[in-house]
């Protein structure tokens, strides 16, 4: 077990069994061992070989750093060590060895017929929607004069079920039909504004009244 799988290892001993099986694992029984080398193998390793640069590659980046302070001790120049990131570019010619830019790297995500379009952002709201929901808030208003002509009205999807929790989503209504009521006409003709003022307070009144923190849409129709 390392950091992280605990969980999925438990798993899938507790599957073992459960099929009849003894397991063997290192909290009943040392048959641990490192899969890494040790220090004086290291050391071994770089006193046989005896290279010129020298670019660890392995391990966190502490892991990395303490590896380059070994190497250095050991003789090899501080100039030709490299510690790089994912993605960097180590460049080797006949004459050198130099870090030349960076590509992209890390996982690439297939979203049905698109690939690599899913950024971190998309992801992120994703998770939101799966753990909070999403509440929309729909308002109609008179272009010209600012008035509210039909709303607001709520939907949720992974937020609450409407027709068991209609209770919760006519507070929600109340709350900011009173809201829009204190707002100024010109407030309320500004659609950007007002989308930022509905967003924010409803924000505040589920996280405050509720504990839940779902993704906030607000949706005006002017007419």
């Known amino acids: 077990m390392i950091p992280g ?7 899938i001993i507790n599957h073992l069994f459960r099929l ?3 397991v063997i694992y290192e909290k009943v029984s040392e048959v641990h061992v490192s899969g890494h080398a040790s220090k004086e193998e290291l050391k071994l390793m770089l006193n046989l070989v005896k290279p010129k640069y020298f ?7 502490r892991h990395l750093v303490y590896h380059s302070m070994l190497a250095r001790k050991l003789g090899i120049p501080r100039e030709n060590i490299f510690i790089f990131k994912n993605g960097d ?24 017929k698109g690939i690599g379009d899913v950024e971190e952002m998309v992801l992120r709201d994703r998770l939101r929607l799966a753990h909070d929901g ?18 607001p009205d709520i939907i949720s999807r992974g937020f609450v079920f409407e027709d068991a929790s209609q209770e919760v989503i006519n507070n929600v209504k109340e709350f900011l039909s ?3 009521k204190g707002l100024d006409k010109d407030l309320i003709s500004d659609s950007l504004v007002l989308k ?5 307070v409803l924000k505040k009144y589920l996280r405050d009244t509720m504990d839940r923190r779902p ?8 007419v």
Do not use: Q
């Open 89 to 112: 570019i180590l460049e080797i010619s006949y004459k050198e060895a130099r870090k030349n830019g960076r590509v992209n790297s890390g996982r690439v995500f297939i979203d049905g």
């Open 215 to 222: 993704m906030i849409l607000p949706i005006i129709f002017e």
């Open 20 to 22: 009849g099986a003894n």
């Open 134 to 151: 999403i509440v929309l808030i729909l308002l109609g208003i008179e272009k010209l004069t600012g008035t509210i002509v039909s709303g």
């Open 196 to 200: 930022a003022r509905l967003r924010r």
């Open 55 to 61: 670019m660890p590659v392995h391990g966190e980046y």
């Open 5 to 11: 799988n605990e969980r999925s290892i438990g798993r």
């Open 178 to 180: 009173n809201t829009i």
